[in-house]
């Protein structure tokens, strides 16, 4: 297939743009691969692509730019991993995807999905809303993991238990509704045998036995959890939430931890057998204790966890993108007249 892909560089494009475009070069694919933040002004270099993917476009330039492929016979698949929609005050995005700013993209998404011969998504929750916005074929792709994320764990021995939670700004609302700063904290004052780090947000309060770590490379990301021994992803009950990947408990389990996540939305029906456990709402301080206590439970997940993330590699997974791309080339509608 000669296959395009629209998407801006960022982390969440990585999972839905360059990690599957590059394997799919990679099983002898044309792929023309466009970072750019803003549609190119120029299409014409997409014009003989039988496939165009588009990522995370969804502004006046972006409907233009489709409805221009479309009605010169490309294939178009839309894809957006976040329910944008659902962003509340609160969220740290609020300002700039929220309010009278939100409804003008609420347009734009529904015209994006209109046009659009397949929309993908990483989840069953957000893909039920792009089928009320009248999406003709919606298709849940999973966010899989760069082979380069299947790292070999190595770690000194120590008396403590580090438990460690990626958490970019979009969680701060999690950290508040959850009331996770001071449970955190409660916990490290009664177990001296644990430890806390969080990478990305700062989880609000000093103690000895807490870091942050402000960033990690992407590339990286793995190989920095490995040095960790249990991964958290704890989620409010919200709208948004509810739509979210589930990739956050794959990372942990290719650097090689066993997770705790929120038996909610995204990591609904996960558990044991993928090296980890749900949690309530009311059941984190309980969950961590019990999983940092007792050594054997871990090593026992850590094995299932590493099973889970080779199988939730791309290599292992690209089928997925191969067929929905085969299927909205193979199903192109007749070309959409303005």
């Known amino acids: ?3 395009g892909w629209l998407a801006f560089e960022s982390v969440n494009a990585r999972y839905r743009g360059y990690v599957p475009a590059r394997e799919l070069h990679e099983r002898g694919h044309d792929v023309l691969y466009l970072a750019e933040t803003d549609v190119p002004r120029d299409l014409s270099k997409l014009l003989d692509r039988d496939v165009v993917v588009m990522y995370r476009h969804f502004d006046a330039t972006a ?3 489709a409805t221009y492929l479309r ?10 991993d976040d329910l944008l929609t659902g962003i509340t005050k609160g969220h740290s995005e609020y300002r700039n995807l929220g309010g009278l700013r939100g409804e003008r993209i609420l347009k734009h998404i529904r015209a994006m999905v209109g046009l659009a011969d397949v929309v993908t998504t990483p989840s ?3 893909a ?5 916005y009248g999406a003709r074929f919606v298709a849940v792709i999973e966010n899989y993991l760069p082979h380069e994320f299947l790292v070999s764990r190595q770690r000194d021995p120590r008396d403590t238990t580090v438990v460690c939670w990626t958490a970019a700004r979009e969680h701060r609302l999690d950290l508040e509704q959850l009331n996770l700063s001071g449970r955190l904290l409660s916990l490290l004052e009664r177990e ?3 430890e806390f780090a969080s990478i990305g947000l700062n989880l609000g309060f000093a103690h000895a036995r807490y ?7 992407f590339a990286k990301l793995t190989e920095a959890l490995s040095a960790f021994d249990i991964g958290i992803a704890p989620l409010a009950a919200t709208e948004f939430n509810a739509s979210k990947s589930n990739v956050k408990v794959k990372e942990y389990a290719a650097g090689g931890l066993p997770w705790l996540a929120s038996d909610f939305g995204p990591y609904a029906g996960l558990g044991p057998s993928e090296g980890g456990a749900l949690v309530s709402d009311s059941g984190w301080e309980e969950a961590i204790v019990e999983l940092a206590r007792d050594g054997r439970l871990r090593a026992k997940r850590t094995k299932k966890a590493v099973r889970f993330a080779r199988d939730q590699s791309i290599s292992n997974q690209v089928k997925r993108w191969e067929r929905v791309l085969s299927q909205a080339r193979e199903s192109t509608l007749a070309p959409v007249h303005s």
Do not use: Q
């Open 1 to 3: 297939m000669r296959i």
């Open 63 to 65: 409907v233009r730019a």
């Open 71 to 80: 009605e010169n016979g490309v294939a178009l698949v839309w894809d957006n």
């Open 124 to 126: 069953a929750g957000l």
């Open 128 to 132: 039920e809303h792009y089928r009320a």
């Open 192 to 194: 001296p045998g644990l």
């Open 211 to 217: 870091r942050h770590i402000r960033s990690v490379d």
